[in-house]
């Protein structure tokens, strides 16, 4: 079964609209971590940001913001004012205590940004 | 700035033909990973490495060998290739375990042909 399920495939967006990317998690530990890893076209791996279990405050960096409940297993990540730059593919990944040296990734969402 | 450093960045095989990829970081992680990338998958754990000297496999371990001889270098190894190895391959460091970002190598791009 898929731990971590991103349901979009394909995003496309007209610059300045706000987009929020899904991301559905599966575990059965209470202690683990959430990610989120932006890949733009020139192909390398970058990481956005990490939130454990016991924190379900939502984050918010400049236009990009975070949205985490565990009533429902989401994660979901909101870009505000979008723009050409965030065209990427966004993988979200989850760590769990219980298997704790092992990342699951979601098959990521490709977001493309219309000028 | 190095961090995480892949070698080589492209390859062709023939079917058969044998290679290893190298990955190196000099940020003194304990934990190294080979991933696999593609189309429509995500990024799926081949092998990775808790530490020098000793390896484990991730979810897709079949055709590939990994040695972690040097706390700073984690090889990945296909003795003879396959087109289904045709991927992009990403490996990966963290400053321990899976609790920590994963710092990614730019990848390498391997077909079999």
């Known amino acids: 079964a898929q731990k971590v399920t991103q349901a979009q495939t394909e995003i496309s967006v007209v610059e300045k609209e706000d987009v929020t990317l899904d991301c559905v998690y599966e575990t ?28 379900e405050q ?38 769990e205590e219980y298997t704790g040296n092992q990342f699951y990734f979601g098959t990521g969402t490709s977001l493309t940004v219309i000028p | 700035n190095a961090g995480v450093t892949q070698t080589p960045k492209f390859r062709v095989l023939k079917t058969g033909q044998s290679m ?24 799926r754990l081949i092998h990775y490495s808790v530490g020098e000297g000793t390896t484990a496999k991730g979810e897709v371990p079949d055709g590939y060998n990994v040695s972690r001889l040097k706390k700073q270098n984690f090889l990945l190894g296909l003795e003879s290739a396959a087109p289904s190895q045709t991927s992009v391959y990403f490996c990966a460091s963290s400053s321990r375990d899976g609790f920590e970002k994963l710092f990614f190598g730019s990848g390498t791009q391997l077909s079999v042909l």
């Open chain 1, 58 to 95: 939502n984050e918010i960096s400049g236009r990009y913001s975070w949205n985490f409940q565990k009533s429902t297993s989401s994660f979901n990540f909101t870009i505000t004012a979008s723009q050409v730059v965030d065209s990427a593919v966004y993988f979200c990944a989850l760590s």
């Open chain 2, 20 to 43: 290893t990829l190298l990955c190196a970081q000099d940020m003194n992680h304990e934990y190294m990973y080979w991933y696999r990338q593609d189309p429509g998958m995500g990024l």
């Open chain 1, 28 to 55: 059965r530990d209470t202690t683990y971590y959430l990610f989120w890893y932006k890949q733009p076209p020139s192909g390398e791996l970058v990481f956005l940001i990490r939130r454990n279990s016991f924190d």
